[in-house]
């Protein structure tokens, strides 16, 4: 698993991004993959995940109702669209991707990813 995240800029609250991780070690259709965040003197946080199978998927509270995990296993893909956001959403977002047990486990910690992308820096202004 080798993954790239990308998709991360400047944009105004209420505005939208979409973030996408590509696995250009193409295995990463096996693994549960997740969305993580890190904003400047904070622990990184978990954001979302989805199962191997792309049949279920878990949010943060914080994000829930706003943005949206998924994936295209075809293209070795995951992709996180962000709508609604909010200066507090500005981070360092990172995908990552975990060896489960089951195809539709969503894992949360990040102890349970074993690989990770370089981050990309999402700003939102007010």
């Known amino acids: 698993v080798q993954l790239q995240a990308s998709g991360g800029g400047l944009v105004q609250a209420g505005g939208s991004l979409r973030l996408s991780c590509v696995d250009s070690?193409?295995?990463?259709?096996?693994?549960?993959m997740g969305w993580f965040r890190q904003a400047p003197g904070k622990e990184r946080e978990f954001v979302a995940a989805i199962g191997s199978s792309g049949g279920r998927t878990d949010y943060a509270k914080s994000v829930k109702g706003r943005f949206t995990i998924s994936r295209d296993n075809g293209n070795n893909t995951a992709y996180l669209q962000m709508n609604s956001l909010k200066p507090e959403d500005t981070a360092v977002y990172y995908c990552?991707?975990?060896?489960?047990?089951?195809?539709?486990?969503?894992?949360?910690?990040?102890?349970?990813?074993?690989?990770w992308g370089k981050g990309t820096l999402v700003t939102v202004s007010s």
């Open positions: 990552a991707a975990g060896a489960t047990s089951h195809y539709s486990t969503v894992p949360r910690p990040l102890t349970s990813y074993n690989y």
């Open positions: 070690g193409r295995t990463s259709r096996l693994y549960a």
